[in-house]
């Protein structure tokens, strides 16, 4: 078969063996495959990203030295089944699965370790457990952004946000938008997105985004509807509470002091947004972290590959939350394909190329310029060499 072949940061197309599926795997004919962002960031740095996976115990890391089939998002095509399948579904079904497999006693990540090659190429081995069919009412091209959509299901998910917290997506490259798409599935009334490019402003719009900002040309936070900014000082809480219990005491049969905490439970103190940092470069959590009023909620959902500062005792004293998230788990996986098979999202604004394998080192360098591309997708039977 032929595959796009990474190593040391270039591509090359060449011959591979037919992959033979194992005990309870399925080989896919690849009908489409996407490009991460993590993709990127793993052809130039993937030694560095090797050593700190080893650090959280996962030592198979693609590294730049070897010869790597990269491709994690996809969807396929039943062709064959290994031994120990349950073979449910015909050949040709069309599929799609978690990017993860057994190799020997070992779980490999498929496309990102040259033990389990991924879906730059014309065909690709999966885990029939991990595996589930497409719904006939959905588009191949959608199928394939299951992968990385999941991503901003499982950061909503992880938020807490409730239907009627204020929103603010930072960063609006896909997963951003990914974010914003769920928000919106999930009946976030208010959605505020911020991102110097142009092209992916009027992408989060598409999204359903209710309010865009350009940050070069407006403060997020003056951006914000009124009613998540309280606070964004130490003397506004201050004078709140003191006015609070100034009124509150007066309500016969409970305790002053009490006052407060019941009002703060019976959602009466005002709270800050929810604040997804999609962006992943150093220095936005502290930024964050001083722009956000009193009680904001920021979800760490860019992935930061260099040290960072925050100042802990800023945090501490406007009780900023942080919560990180990473990658999704197998039930907002189906559930993100169903959402598009449903309408309840479209996705399609994402799609903007398609390149076959011969295009793949094009279409790296074409994502590296925001105005132009969001998710172009590979398509092995294509030979368009540009996006």
Not at 31 to 44: F, K, N, P, T, V
Not at 215 to 225: C, G, M, Q, Y
Not at 318 to 330: C, G, H, M, S, T
Request: glycine share 10%; net charge negative; with cysteine.
């Amino acid at each position: 078969m032929k595959a796009t072949v990474c190593r040391r940061g270039e591509f090359e197309v060449v011959d591979l063996p037919m992959p033979e599926p194992g005990r309870r795997q399925v080989l896919l004919k690849v009908l489409r495959a996407g490009i991460c962002g993590s993709d990127l960031h793993a052809r130039i740095h993937c030694d560095e990203v090797a050593a700190l996976t080893g650090e959280v115990g996962y030592d198979h890391f693609m590294r730049s030295d070897e010869r790597v089939v990269m491709g994690h998002e996809f969807v396929g095509e039943v062709v064959s089944y290994g031994p120990g399948c349950r073979r449910r579904w015909k050949a040709g079904t069309r599929v799609v699965s978690l990017p993860i497999r057994r190799d020997g006693d070992e779980v490999q990540m498929t496309g990102l370790s040259a033990r389990a090659a991924g879906a730059f190429a014309e065909y690709v081995l999966v885990e029939e457990d991990v595996t589930m069919p497409v719904p006939d009412r959905l588009d191949t091209d959608l199928a394939a952004l299951t992968e990385p959509l999941s991503v901003g299901r499982h950061a909503v998910a992880r938020s807490g946000i409730g239907r009627g917290d204020v929103a603010v997506v930072v960063g609006c490259g896909p997963i951003g938008l990914a974010v914003i798409l769920m928000l919106k599935a999930q009946g976030v009334k208010t959605v505020v997105a911020s991102d110097l490019s142009p092209a992916r402003r009027a992408l989060a719009g598409s999204c359903g985004a209710d309010v865009v900002v350009d940050p070069a040309r407006s403060e997020l936070a003056d951006r914000i509807p009124e009613r998540a900014m309280h606070f964004r000082r130490g003397p506004e809480l201050l004078d709140f509470a003191l006015d609070a219990m100034h009124k509150l005491r007066t309500v016969p049969g409970l305790p002053w002091w009490r006052l407060m905490g019941l009002g703060e439970r019976l959602g009466q103190v005002p709270k800050g947004p929810v604040v997804f940092e999609c962006v992943g470069l150093p220095g936005m959590l502290d930024r964050l972290g001083a722009e956000m009023p009193y009680r904001s909620r920021i979800v760490v959902v860019g992935v930061c590959m260099e040290p960072d500062t925050v100042r802990p005792a800023l945090l501490s004293n406007k009780e900023i939350d942080l919560r990180f998230v990473f990658a999704y788990d197998p039930d907002e996986f189906r559930d993100t394909l169903h959402l598009m098979a449903d309408g309840r999202i479209d996705a399609r604004p994402l799609l903007t190329g398609t390149v076959g394998l011969d295009g793949v080192d094009a279409a790296f360098a074409a994502l590296g310029d925001p105005e132009t591309h969001a998710k172009i997708l590979i398509d092995p039977a294509s030979e368009a060499v540009t996006p």
